[in-house]
């Protein structure tokens, strides 16, 4: 079992910027591809981006890439999520996930956290 706890999330205006936290207890996070993942009101669930488990391979939705960057620190079993020009598009519940493959694919992921709430306000 791995737990995941996001947090980081909050109010952010047009522009801002916010970094989320990904904690993980329990089994080795260094097996674990992370994902980041979010969800806005009456919308489905869409991939932010992929980490591989050693951390040398990211991905990232088009709609992210160059603004949203993602880490890890597996001394401190941290995932990170780096959100940089913020718009009200972006705002959503945001959640992290692991999964033993390095995979954008939300239904390949074994364990969730109970995600994060970013609102963009313009």
């Known amino acids: 079992q791995v737990q995941l706890v996001e947090s980081g999330g909050g109010l952010v205006q047009t522009g801002g910027s916010l970094r989320l936290s990904c904690a993980a207890s329990?089994?080795?996070?260094?097996?674990?591809?992370m994902g980041w993942f979010r969800q806005a009101p009456a919308k489905e669930r869409e991939v932010v981006g992929v980490i591989s488990r050693s951390g040398q391979f990211t991905d990232y939705a088009d709609s992210m890439k160059g603004r949203f960057t993602i880490s890890r620190d597996d001394a401190k079993n941290t995932a990170y999520l780096q959100m940089n020009s913020l718009n009200p598009a972006d705002t959503a519940v945001y959640y992290c996930?692991?999964?033993?493959?390095?995979?954008?694919?939300?239904?390949?992921?074994?364990?969730w956290g109970q995600g994060t709430q970013v609102t963009v306000s313009s």
């Open positions: 329990g089994r080795a996070f260094s097996g674990y591809a």
């Open positions: 996930a692991a999964a033993r493959s390095y995979t954008a694919r939300a239904p390949n992921y074994d364990y």
